[in-house]
């Protein structure tokens, strides 16, 4: 079946960086694109990026735009999320999930599955 | 924007339960439903508005367009209590998600 876990997670002080990896099994990876989301008791869901199933693009939230990198290791069926700078704001869970689509490149923007998370604890 | 009401619901198992998801903005039919529980992810309940996902029970149903969408449940059952989001894909980048309505047992 399908499944996706993530790794990578901590506590990391302000300014550091962190690189968090969803490992993925039980589909064709490269088919799919993939994205990360976070949550917060106080802000909720909250989308931060994505790849294309090729890893030819990538979309991100405001909040993260400059400081996140997503990438693809489709040999490995590996994403991975790249943080730098991070603030104590960054803090919270993070899930990777799978795009619903794999009838194009172009991902659907609809998030099923979705990993379990990992938690992110940003903190001096 | 995604406004989510009410914030909380506190029903009974076999109830039917309406919930609302409202867009400042028209986004077509692009809106997902999306259930979560105590540690737990969310999971895909519905999407373009009334599709459902894959292995999702047919109680479960999607409508709405434009500006105004509404997930029922006909008949609540006791796994169904939970947090519900909405998402739109209409307006992207970003992806956005309401802020939830927690169905809760009375």
């Known amino acids: 079946q399908v499944k996706l876990v993530e790794s990578g997670g901590g506590v990391i002080q302000p300014g550091r960086s962190l690189r968090l990896s969803c490992e993925a099994s039980?589909?064709?990876?490269?088919?799919?694109?993939m994205h990360w989301v976070r949550q917060t008791p106080g802000k909720g869901l909250e989308w931060v990026a994505v790849?294309?199933?090729?890893?030819?693009?990538?979309e991100y939230g405001d909040s993260v735009k400059g400081r996140f990198t997503i990438s693809r290791d489709n040999s490995n069926n590996t994403v991975h999320l790249q943080m730098n700078n991070l603030r104590e704001e960054d803090t919270a869970m993070y899930y990777c999930?799978?795009?619903?689509?794999?009838?194009?490149?172009?991902?659907?923007?609809?998030?099923?599955?979705w990993g379990q998370g990992i938690l992110v604890t940003v903190s001096s | 924007v995604l406004t989510q009401s009410p914030a909380t619901l506190s029903l009974s198992p076999g109830e039917r339960v309406t919930l609302s998801c409202r867009a400042s903005?028209?986004?077509?039919?692009?809106l997902a439903w999306y259930q979560q529980k105590p540690g737990q992810a969310p999971r895909l309940l519905i999407y373009?508005?009334?599709k459902r996902a894959t292995g999702i029970p047919a109680r479960f149903s999607g409508s709405g367009s434009g500006t105004d969408f509404t997930l029922t449940i006909s008949s609540l059952e006791p796994e169904d209590f939970a947090v519900y989001y909405c998402?739109?894909?209409?307006?992207?980048?970003?992806?956005?998600f309401g802020g939830g309505t927690k169905v809760e047992i009375k």
């Open positions: 373009d508005a009334s």
């Open positions: 998402q739109q894909r209409a307006t992207w980048p970003p992806l956005t």
């Open positions: 999930a799978r795009d619903l689509g794999h009838a194009s490149t172009w991902p659907t923007n609809w998030l099923d599955p």
């Open positions: 039980g589909f064709s990876f490269n088919r799919y694109g």
């Open positions: 903005q028209s986004i077509n039919h692009y």
């Open positions: 790849t294309w199933s090729d890893g030819s693009n990538a």
